[in-house]
């Protein structure tokens, strides 16, 4: 009874504006020091006082020590979410929750959105996300994305992404949701990356959400260069489920986007989208090589455009769709056969590139490289390996390695770990190895213990010697060296030799 009493205490106290930090201290420092019943905590969540405390329009209490109290107010939310077991099955739950979700300081929906992302990540995470009783509670997390002052778009769609799909086709969410489509175009890129997430998830869940999806193809016909770009990159994880993928071809979204490229010259301004519409077809690429690289063929000739063009602005986008492109065991075989004069075009212009281009471009083409030579399968298959020896050789002028060891023999640490990085994954192959062996000085600076390289340099090195102690093509005394250099690990340092003598005398 005294505790409900002292709690009463401090809830009226939360009224007067010159009681509030006091109060809010006293609250606070309750709530550290033990858990509280739900009950009080319910209450503490429906208190106006509370919300007033830290609400921007929070009336007369604008006075000093107004900051004080806000935070406070900050730090009792806080852990009455963290104290309340949020059961989303709760019917209540969302009347709860109303007061923070609706309040005008973002940081206060924030904190709640927070909560209730951590507790469906975990359910989600489980295997068994449970049933909402009803669509209260979507509807309020679906009011934040028209939020101009928004900081937690993003938590708001991982929260429904993964919980809207049992309410998708609920009148009022489906009004809500029409809502969305009709605000400027930040709110409706978030109801586009909403639309593509929900509609990954199966067949059903994408044909109650298609009119989004149709939505944002029609900015493709935009006028907004940006716009469009945005909405490309929006709809690009579509492509990795089947029944998306047939959604984007009975829209016909590939040939749209192909036909831009193709009639580039009748509006110059389409030539801006160019780096978006690369990396539209080489993330789809990535896990559909097929449907790209044979499919739409003019696409690749103006990539390889791109990339022999030494435009450092769009560069690295360019190097970055071909390392989609040739990502998988697949795209590779298809560049192979159908574009090998230019892929060895563009490994020629890769190598002239790591001499004159700046070393943020040099360490984005290392990257791309790295990308290309990772092992998808262990191990590769000979087939691979001999497309992938074809090229690196074109790339570096023949089997050895100087064309990288002249970058990892720069001043820029970066530069320097995306070259023993791209090292590290052509030491994967035979060819790599025999490569290395062939090149002079690459394996004294692989075994030196020099102290003034980057702490991941020294990790690279060390990785790379862990591969070629277990690798057949060196003699039994160079593998005891390189497993006494691997046994010591990455940052050993060898210690100085001093050497004493002892004074000559005269005869």
Not at 12 to 25: E, I
Not at 484 to 507: C, K, M, S
Request: proline letters at 5%; hydrophobic letters at 40%; glycine letters at 4%.
């Amino acid at each position: 009874m005294e505790e409900e009493s002292w709690w009463v205490d401090q809830l009226r106290a939360l009224k007067s504006p010159n009681q509030r930090l006091s109060a809010l201290n006293s609250i606070n420092t309750a709530f550290t020091q033990e858990m509280w019943p739900r009950g009080v905590v319910r209450t503490m969540l429906k208190t106006p006082e509370l919300y007033d405390c830290i609400d921007r329009s929070g009336g007369g209490d604008s006075g000093p020590g107004r900051e004080g109290v806000s935070g406070m107010a900050v730090e009792v939310l806080n852990h009455c979410l963290n104290q309340l077991p949020l059961d989303i099955t709760d019917e209540q739950l969302p009347d709860l929750l109303e007061p923070g979700l609706t309040n005008s300081n973002p940081v206060v929906r924030s904190l709640v959105l927070r909560a209730i992302l951590t507790e469906v990540n975990r359910q989600y995470n489980s295997g068994r996300v449970r049933e909402l009783p009803g669509n209260e509670l979507v509807c309020l997390v679906l009011d934040e994305l028209k939020r101009p002052d928004t900081e937690e778009s993003t938590v708001a769609i991982e929260i429904l992404s993964i919980v809207l799909h049992q309410r998708v086709n609920d009148g009022a969410v489906q009004a809500k949701l029409v809502q969305l489509l009709q605000q400027d175009e930040i709110v409706r890129c978030r109801a586009y990356e909403l639309g593509v997430k929900l509609a990954k998830s199966s067949a059903a869940t994408l044909k109650s959400v298609e009119f989004i999806l149709d939505a944002a193809l029609s900015e493709l016909d935009n006028d907004d260069v940006l716009l469009q770009a945005s909405v490309m990159e929006v709809l690009v994880p579509l492509a990795e489920q089947n029944h998306g993928l047939s959604y984007m071809e009975r829209r016909n979204v590939f040939d749209v986007i192909n036909n831009r490229v193709q009639r580039i010259e009748e509006n110059p301004l389409d030539a801006l989208l160019i780096p978006s519409i690369m990396k539209f077809f080489g993330k789809i690429a990535a896990v559909q090589p097929q449907k790209i690289i044979i499919g739409y063929p003019n696409m690749l000739d103006c990539l390889f455009q791109q990339l022999q063009s030494e435009n450092e602005v769009n560069l690295p986008t360019a190097m970055d769709t071909l390392a989609n492109l040739a990502a998988t065991s697949q795209g590779k075989q298809l560049l192979h056969k159908n574009f090998q004069q230019s892929m060895e075009m563009t490994l020629k212009k890769y190598a002239s590139y790591t001499k004159n281009l700046s070393a943020p471009i040099k360490e984005r083409l290392l990257n791309s490289l790295d990308v290309i030579y990772a092992v998808e399968s262990k191990p590769p298959s000979q087939e691979i390996s001999t497309i992938l020896k074809n090229w690196y050789e074109i790339f570096a002028g023949g089997l050895q390695i100087q064309i990288i060891m002249d970058l990892i023999n720069t001043p820029f640490p970066d530069l320097q770990i995306a070259a023993l990085a791209l090292l590290k994954s052509i030491c994967q192959y035979r060819f790599g190895i025999v490569a290395l062996k062939n090149t002079g000085g690459a394996m004294e600076f692989l075994l030196s213990r020099r102290r003034d390289l980057h702490k991941e340099v020294k990790y690279l090195k060390w990785e790379i010697m862990e591969m070629l102690a277990v690798s057949t093509e060196f003699s039994p005394t160079e593998t005891i060296r390189f497993t006494a250099y691997v046994n010591e690990g990455p940052y050993h340092i060898q210690p100085d030799l001093d050497i004493a003598t002892e004074p000559q005398g005269r005869a």
